[in-house]
Every structure is written in C-alpha cells, then in structure tokens.
C-alpha cells in the first residue's frame, strides 16, 4: 500500500523537530510501515501533489492551531480538502503537543476565523498569505464544527501507553470522535541509535518550556533539596539554559546519567506516550516523575523517590533501573504489535 504523512506541523509532516532535531511519531510510523511493507512517502501539505504522488491513504497531522504547531495548519487542511475530492481515504494522528488546547483552539477559530488568520499571516512565520487561509476557510470550519460536535468524520490515532483500553482522561479531549490508539515504543531504537557511557550520580532534565523548575520546586521544595548535581537543558527559571540536540542527548547525556528527570506538563494527560521513558528503559537509567497516570500505569518500579534514589549504592541503581526498564517492556508493545496496529488501521480506513 502507498502511504502519504503529512501534517499542520513541520514535526508532522517531516518526522523531525528541526531545531534539535528530535524525531517524533510519525518518524516511527515511516519506519514501521516501510517494515511492515508499504511504499512510505513523507512532505509538507503543500506540496503534495495527489495526481503525482497517488497515494492509497494519506495520514495527517493534527495539531493546536496556534503557534508553530499551526504552521502549515491552512496547507493542512488544503490538503484534506484535495484528498476528498481524490476520494484518498484520511486517517489523522496527534502527538504529545497539546493535546488537551485543541478543543479550545478550534473554538476560537469558530468564534473568529478572520482575527486568527490575520494574527498567524502577520507573524512572519510561514503560515501562508491571508488570502491563502481565506479560501480554506469553510473546509476548516467544517473539521472543527464536526470535531466539537463528535461528528470528526475519520478516526485520530494516539500514540499511547496500555492502547488496548480507552483512557478517559484523553478521551474527554476527542469528545466521542473516533480514537485509534497506537504505541510506538518499540521502534524508537530503530530511529534513534544510542550511546554508551559510564554513569554518573547526577541527574538530567531537558525541558522546552520552564515546567522543569517550577515541578522540582513544587513536587520536591527546590534544587537545595537534591545532592546529586543537576544538569539541566532548556528553560529552567524562565532563564533560557544551553541547549543539546537530540542525538547528544541520546548519546551522551542519558547514558551518563543515573537519574533522569521527566517534569509533569501542563499537556501531559492521561497516558500519553513520552519519548523520554523509552529513551530510559533503553539506556537503563532510572526516571523520575510524578505523572500520575503514567507512574500508575507502569506500577512501583516508576514510583522513584529522588532522596531514596540518591542513598542508594550503584548496584542498587543498576537494579532499580534493570527493574524499570523489564517493567516498561513488559508494559509496551512489540514492534510486531506496532506494525500489526498500523496495518489493521490501514485495512479498516481503506476497505
């Protein structure tokens, strides 16, 4: 089968965040469906040409409409359109950004479709020329009418954790729209290599916005509480600290580091997957987090507490980290359970 992603965001569409870069699910889904078969295209909406390209199904983003997840946001929809009228079956998927403001961003656009089209046209960013938006505009109101009324005419996949049961806390963000939920987890190896290194007793936070500091302060009384050092990336303080790409990370950091750090968000909802706990259970260090529902999901071996972490010995480190890293496999699909999922989604939407 031909399969096209694309997307509102470049993330989407390309399968990389491009500043770091950080690969996100629909690099993982290109690799799965090229194993499991498919013939995979990825591009920006606006230039996928439908006539040349003849896609079997096509795959799309969907994202807030606002900021840089609503970068390619009217070519997205544009695309949408194009692809009904080819009569190409659609099939949307979500991230881990945001998922909770979509709603309340759709919304907005339906109260004033013409004051969001002229505050993203007249950022500078490449959200397209307001005539552009305009003439996209009654497909776009449709999707969102249809979205808030539970009438989205296809299904979204989530990339999840424990996908063989709905999770209501994500669910009441979709309001009864058709949900397909997916874990990637076992694929992330494939697309980003790991290194190796000799641990240290420290910690490691990366953050794009300032939840690192504002979660260490509220859930454990500051940075003075902790002894082991914290090297921390992003923003911490709303002071911007250095940033490390993706494969540095992965490559040096992780494996260097006891003790990785996984902030509660203010989109973290429900059990939506996290790159980082995968990188975790790769790498054998231990994570710390206070996600309720996620520590919930994966049970005592997640329920790290940093003062007991830090008091322990290194082979009780190794053995709290083996122990977190069995847990999180036992709990995660297969990649044979991942190919398996996208190849029924696309049997379902093409048949």
Same mark, same amino acid.
């Given at each position: ?12 569409? !390309?399968?990389? *965040?491009? %500043?770091?870069?950080? $690969?996100? &699910? ?6 799965? /469906?090229?194993? =499991?078969?498919? !013939?995979?295209? *990825?591009? %920006?909406?606006?230039? $996928?040409? &439908? ?6 199904? /096509?795959?799309? =983003? ?290």
């Amino acid at each position: 089968m031909k399969v096209l992603i694309s997307g509102s965001s470049r993330t989407q569409a !390309t399968g990389y *965040m491009s %500043l770091r870069p950080i $690969a996100c &699910l629909s690099s993982y889904m290109y690799s799965a /469906l090229v194993e =499991g078969g498919h !013939t995979v295209l *990825m591009c %920006l909406p606006h230039v $996928a040409d &439908l006539d040349v390209i003849k896609p079997d199904i /096509l795959l799309l =983003g969907l994202s807030p409409a606002s900021g840089l997840t609503a970068q390619f946001s009217f070519q997205c929809y544009d695309l949408y359109r194009r692809a009904k009228l080819a009569h190409v079956p659609v099939v949307w998927f979500v991230d881990d950004k945001a998922i909770n403001q979509i709603p309340s961003h759709m919304g907005s656009w339906l109260m004033d479709y013409e004051k969001r089209v002229n505050a993203l046209c007249g950022t500078g960013r490449r959200f397209g020329t307001a005539e552009y938006a305009m003439s996209v505009k009654d497909t776009t109101l449709q999707l969102f009418e249809a979205f808030l009324a539970g009438q989205f005419p296809e299904p979204i996949m989530i990339a999840m954790w424990g996908p063989e049961q709905k999770d209501p806390r994500t669910e009441k963000y979709f309001f009864g729209n058709r949900t397909i939920y997916i874990d990637p987890s076992s694929t992330i190896a494939d697309v980003e290599p790991l290194g190796t290194g000799i641990k240290q007793r420290q910690w490691m936070i990366a953050n794009l916005g300032n939840y690192g500091y504002e979660w260490i302060n509220k859930q454990f009384g500051g940075y003075t509480k902790f002894t082991w050092p914290i090297i921390s990336f992003g923003k911490i303080n709303k002071v911007q600290q250095p940033r490390a790409t993706q494969p540095d990370m992965l490559n040096v950091y992780y494996p260097q580091s006891w003790g990785v750090m996984s902030p509660t968000y203010p989109m973290s909802v429900g059990r939506l997957y996290r790159t980082r706990f995968v990188h975790n259970a790769l790498n054998k260090s231990i994570i710390l987090s206070t996600h309720k529902d996620t520590v919930d999901y994966f049970g005592p071996a997640y329920a790290a507490d940093p003062k007991e972490v830090e008091s322990m010995k290194d082979f009780q480190l190794q053995e709290r980290a083996e122990w977190q890293a069995k847990v999180f496999w036992s709990k995660t699909w297969t990649k044979t359970q991942f190919i398996y999922g996208l190849n029924k989604m696309l049997l379902e939407a093409t048949e």
